[in-house]
């Protein structure tokens, strides 16, 4: 079942994509200037979560991160990513990870330097495994973000911002506060 239930988000997050495609397909023959910015890429992230968990103690954990994603244009980009944080103390002998799946939008601010602040949203599904006497639970999780990416070389930049994360649970909300440092790779 959750792997269904990961399945079904990803089809989700790839349905506009595809409409997006589907769209410039029926151009009529007139094909769009490309920006040198349009292309698919792939991420890395690595940063420390600190979880604010109703059900117990917070703590502050690990967070590992990676997706894949498409430019559109030099302002607009989305991404499928999968993160995961975990090993919460959450109440003694209790521990608590969450992971998520998260299609996400990012505004990115171009300009004529090599740092490019940006603002994005995600929604997904997402998952609080627990041990010791915390449960395990799931439901749909949603994202913020903000931050900036420096560029390292024309296909490489680094990426250092603060996302917010909520996992929508029927029992303890799961809302986590992220600071993460990451790599993007551009083709």
Do not use: C
Request: charged letters at 15%.
């Amino acid at each position: 079942m959750k792997m269904f239930k990961m399945i079904l988000a990803a089809g989700v997050v790839a349905l506009p994509l595809a409409a997006s495609a589907q769209a410039a397909d029926m151009g009529g023959g007139y094909a769009a200037p490309e920006s040198e910015a349009m292309g698919l890429y792939l991420r890395g992230d690595i940063g420390w979560s600190f979880l604010e968990w109703s059900g117990g103690a917070d703590d502050s954990a690990l967070l590992l991160g990676g997706g894949v994603g498409y430019r559109y244009n030099d302002n607009f980009r989305t991404d499928l990513t999968v993160d995961w944080a975990g090993k919460y103390d959450v109440a003694p002998g209790a521990k608590l990870s969450t992971t998520t799946v998260l299609g996400n939008m990012y505004f990115d601010w171009a300009n004529t330097s090599a740092f490019t602040p940006y603002v994005g949203a995600g929604l997904g599904y997402g998952w609080a495994n627990g041990s010791g006497g915390a449960v395990d639970d799931s439901g749909l999780a949603m994202g913020l973000a903000a931050g900036v990416a420096v560029d390292l070389t024309r296909n490489v930049a680094v990426d250092a911002g603060y996302r917010f994360r909520d996992i929508m649970i029927s029992g303890p909300d799961s809302k986590e506060h992220q600071a993460t440092i990451g790599l993007r790779y551009s083709f």
